[in-house]
């Protein structure tokens, strides 16, 4: 059974700082990993999408890395701002179009 | 543009009465999903369903039901509220494109169970 963990679980950084959020998987079988943006009492919002096959996918000042082999991937936010304050989901695609999901990292950029 | 739609957003409701929550999209998705929201477990999967007809269970999927009767609709029935349902529900929709899927969420529905 595919598990998905985030850690750390909560983050507070003051502005300006780069950080770096972690995700990881334990079935490398995955077609795809996607990190998604949730705003407190908001449904989700997509930032990236990455391929099985591809290395990372950038967005902005945002990037994300995935090592399928090792089962990790990071989200790296450059040059944060108080509204990047949100909580940080991954989720790996498995067989069948379904998503699992970590628990996600809460964020808070403090000005 | 298009879009995908939950209602009610907020409801409140009484142990063993049936509820029902919708979810509408406009994205002419074939596949659909039910995710529940709590802390400390992230979304997990409730039913899904590839088109009109077909349903199928996830990994929650205990004390739910869904119908597909045409391809904008995946209402989710809670047949008799029981208080560990007091969740967030997301609604999302996806078609997959080649390699490329991508998932779109609704705004969610917090229900409470009392």
């Known amino acids: 059974k595919q598990e998905v963990t985030q850690i750390p679980a909560a983050l507070s950084v003051p502005e300006g700082e780069n950080l770096v959020l972690n995700c990881s998987f334990t079935?490398?079988?995955?077609?795809?990993l996607q990190w998604f943006r949730q705003d407190p009492g908001k449904g989700l919002t997509s930032l990236l999408l990455?391929?099985?096959?591809?290395r990372e996918q950038t967005s902005g000042r945002l990037n994300a890395s995935l090592d399928k082999s090792s089962g990790r991937s990071t989200l790296y936010i450059a040059a944060s701002q108080p509204g990047d304050s949100a909580t940080y989901l991954c989720?790996?695609?498995?067989?069948?179009?379904?998503?699992?999901f970590g628990g996600g990292t809460r964020l808070m950029v403090k000005p | 543009d298009a879009e995908i739609t939950q209602s009610p957003r907020h409801k409140i409701t009484e142990t063993g009465r049936q509820v029902t929550l919708a979810c509408h999209q406009t994205?002419?998705?074939?596949?659909m999903f039910w995710y529940r929201q709590d802390l400390g477990h992230g979304l997990r999967l409730i039913h899904y369903?590839?088109?009109?007809?077909?349903?199928n269970k996830g990994e929650v999927s205990d004390g739910y039901s869904v119908s597909r009767s045409n391809t904008e609709d995946l209402p989710l029935t809670l047949e008799s509220a029981a208080s560990s349902q007091t969740s967030v529900y997301f609604c999302?929709?996806?078609?997959?494109?080649?390699?490329?899927?991508?998932?779109?969420f609704g705004p969610g529905t917090r229900l409470t169970v009392t």
């Open positions: 999302a929709s996806s078609e997959p494109s080649g390699t490329f899927y991508e998932q779109y």
């Open positions: 079935d490398s079988a995955i077609y795809n």
């Open positions: 990455i391929q099985s096959s591809q």
């Open positions: 989720a790996v695609r498995r067989a069948g179009n379904m998503l699992t």
């Open positions: 994205w002419n998705h074939n596949n």
């Open positions: 369903s590839y088109g009109v007809h077909d349903t």
